[in-house]
């Protein structure tokens, strides 16, 4: 029984991590322009089937597939962008919102049509067995994707805390119109911002994928329902709480599979996000980035 | 001395109303000039107009003979005009020197040794350089806004109400430090709620009521007690 616990809080553990670095993205961008991005999960399929594309008619290596899913994702990002947040900069968050939903059905519908047959194979990350150590077992996978969002997470902070495009962001969304007034670009730093969240979900879409070995046009409302899901989880608009939601929804997750089994895990869930709207608890309400 | 910064018929609006309705005045180089009037006569609205933080309908502004009007904030800054703006807009997050930090984005050279030279002049700021922003009193935040402007190295300074709120004493070395960046070679272009400080400084000054201006002469031009009268209540003939 105790070690069915360990066994689930580690997958949960590596399933969150998934979830926080969808989140992170997310939550990068609520945080500084103040707008949902709800085309990030279809941007993200997009950049992943471009990889699966890479490795059927180039048979790429990993790294190249890793820098086109990234890649990819950052140019379906900037699409959006384009679209959807420069021209409601400073108009309505609500239409900006609606307009990148549009976008999520064009990405989604362009994804169903132009791809013959919708299941891809993508190359798997790791062909080896799994780590064995204490009784539990831990696909070499789910290690990467546990490493690598913490490694995310100190990146972010360094980023934010000790470089000037850090410290711009920051001051953007401490007080825009101060930022103005201090010689900050506002539209380049959302422009810039935006790039970095893209970045980072062709990231997380890359090492999913090559866990999942797959792609589907289903990835992309995966991807934008759980990091909101996360990003909601963790407070809205704080980074330490997208990783925390992440990471919450991914234990909560892997064990409502465990003693509730696989049909109750997401409505177990999305029941938790209601209860947690229902109650808001203080530290849901706060809105910094930082 | 010729016109640093020049406004001519300037209608800025919010919406279909009109919170300046025509303005044209000049900010003389190496200069303090003081714009004064009353509540919503329409300063705040100028000079955020001038920073490019609001759009004008009409008019032109120019800046040492260029037009400037059609540019963005930051491009405004880079030109060399900084805004000390209402209301002591810090970043409360972030620390003093990050503040500071954050008012030089527009340069590429070495910060150190301006930043020292600030903290010099402000030694207030040098004993919190490590704090928040946020947990400063507000005399020093006014302070701190102050010197952040001055991190962009501005030929021209533009400073909205910097002595509102703050105890006397605080507003007395405000208008010291404005005196000592005049010396310095920094024109100013000042708004004011306290005449009497304002009119020992400046060497020209504007008033402004409805927005238009109503006014424009050398502090001696007009009574002292009829610039305040109406500097605070507006003319009565309007």
Redesign the interface.
Known sequence: MFLDLAQNTLDGLARGSAYALLALGFTLVFGVLRRVNLSYGPAIMLGCYLATWASMAIHANLILLLAVSVAGTVLAGAYVERLCFAPHRKGSAIAAMVASFALWMQLEELAVLALPRHLYAFPALYEGSPLQFLGLTLRVESGVMIVVAAGVCVALRRTLYHS?FG??V??AV??P????????????VFVRVFAVASALGGLAGFLISATHEQVTPMLGMWSTLKGLLAMMLGGLGSLPGAVIGGLALGLVEAHSQWFFGPQLRDLIAYLLLFLLLAMRPRWMTTQ?A? | MSALLEVKDLVTAYGKIEALRGVSLEVAEGSITCLLGPNGAGKTTLMMTV???LRAKKGLISFSGKSIASL????I??SGI??V?ENR??????TVI?NL??????RRDDLAGDIERLLGRFPRLKERSEQLAGTLSGGEQQMLVVA??LM?RPRLLLMDEPSLGLAPLVVEEIFRIIAELHRDGVSIFLVEQNAHMALKVAQHFYLIEQGRVTFSGDPGSLAEDEVIRRAYLGSAKQ
């Not at chain 2, 807009?89 to 972030?94: I, K, Q, T």
């Not at chain 2, 930090?101 to 527009?106: E, I, T």
């Open positions: 000037k410290l711009a920051r001051a401490e007080n119109v101060a930022a103005s007034l201090a010689g900050i670009s506002l539209p380049g910094s930082s | 920073a490019g933080i963005q904030p930051h491009a800054v880079a900084a805004l703006p807009l810090v970043f409360p997050g972030m990050e930090r954050a008012g030089a984005y527009q952040r402007a962009s």
